[in-house]
C-alpha cells in the first residue's frame, strides 16, 4: 500500500492548559505547528510525539486512548481524522493527524483534547493517510498469477516512506497462500500474513499492526 507522507512541519506540545473543549471532554492541549519549507500544504500527515504515560497514570486519559481527539479550534467544532502508530501509555506516543491546510511559513494552532471516559476510539489509517493503493492491482494485466503450487513475488525498492497495512493475493485456485515482505539483503521476514479468498480476484487481509 503506497502512502504519501510529508514531513515538513516542526511543532510543540505546550503545557496542559483547562481552556474550552467539546461537550464531553475535560482537558484540552494547544499544539502549535509551523511550517518551514516555504510552502503551503493540504490534507498534511502531521507527526508528533507526546507523553500518554503521565496521563493515563493522572486518570486524565482513558488507558486505551479512546478519548484522545484533534480538533482545528478549542471548541471541537471540526475534528481531525488521525491514528496512533505507537507507544500508548508510555513518554513517546507517536501520532498521526491529518490537517487542513498549513500555510507557508506560517504557524498555527490545532488542539488536542482527552478526558472522556465513556468515549470510544476513532484512532484509523483510513482517512488519515492518502490511499489505500495497491502495490499491484492496479498494474496488474487482470490475470490471475501462477498455478495451484506456484510462488510468484516482485523486487522493489520505494522512494518515499510507505505504510503497509494489509496483504493481498490474486491466484487462480481460490487457495489460502501466506504473503511475506522480507528484506532483498538480508533475506530477513519483515512480516508474514495468510490471505484467503476466491480465485482469479484480488483479496486482501489487513495487519494487525502496519508496518
Known amino acids: 500500500m503506497k502512502i504519501k507522507l510529508l514531513f515538513a512541519a516542526a511543532f510543540l506540545l505546550t503545557?496542559?492548559?483547562?481552556?474550552?473543549?467539546?461537550?464531553?471532554?475535560t482537558y484540552s492541549v494547544?499544539?502549535?505547528?509551523?511550517?518551514?519549507?516555504?510552502?503551503?500544504?493540504?490534507?498534511?500527515?502531521?507527526?508528533?510525539?507526546?507523553?500518554?504515560?503521565?496521563?493515563?497514570?493522572?486518570?486524565?486519559?482513558?488507558?486505551?486512548?479512546n478519548d484522545l481527539r484533534f480538533g482545528k479550534d478549542c471548541s471541537?467544532?471540526?475534528?481531525?481524522?488521525?491514528?496512533?502508530?505507537?507507544?500508548?501509555n508510555t513518554a513517546s506516543t507517536v501520532v498521526w493527524v491529518k490537517i487542513d491546510t498549513l500555510y507557508a511559513s506560517s504557524t498555527r494552532t490545532i488542539?488536542?483534547?482527552?478526558?472522556?471516559?465513556?468515549?470510544?476510539?476513532?484512532?484509523?489509517?483510513a482517512g488519515t493517510f492518502f490511499g489505500p493503493n495497491s502495490s499491484t492491482d492496479s498494474v496488474a494485466t487482470g490475470g490471475a498469477g501462477g498455478v495451484g503450487n506456484s510462488q510468484r513475488g516482485f523486487r522493489f525498492s520505494p522512494n518515499e516512506d510507505l505504510l503497509v497495512t494489509a496483504f493481498g493475493k490474486d491466484e487462480p485456485t481460490g487457495t489460502t497462500r501466506y504473503v511475506t515482505l522480507f528484506n532483498f539483503v538480508t533475506q530477513a521476514i519483515v512480516?508474514?500474513?495468510?490471505?484467503?479468498?476466491p480465485a482469479g480476484q484480488y483479496s486482501y487481509q489487513n495487519l494487525t499492526n502496519p508496518i
Open 15 to 25: 503545557s496542559i492548559a483547562a481552556i474550552a473543549q467539546p461537550s464531553g471532554w
Open 30 to 65: 494547544p499544539v502549535n505547528v509551523t511550517e518551514n519549507s516555504g510552502t503551503t500544504v493540504t490534507s498534511y500527515q502531521l507527526r508528533f510525539t507526546f507523553d500518554s504515560q503521565t496521563l493515563i497514570a493522572g486518570g486524565q486519559m482513558q488507558a486505551s486512548g
Open 76 to 88: 471541537g467544532n471540526t475534528l481531525y481524522n488521525y491514528w496512533i502508530e505507537s507507544g500508548l
Open 111 to 125: 488542539h488536542m483534547f482527552y478526558g472522556n471516559p465513556s468515549a470510544p476510539s476513532v484512532t484509523a489509517v
Open 191 to 197: 512480516t508474514q500474513q495468510q490471505v484467503s479468498g
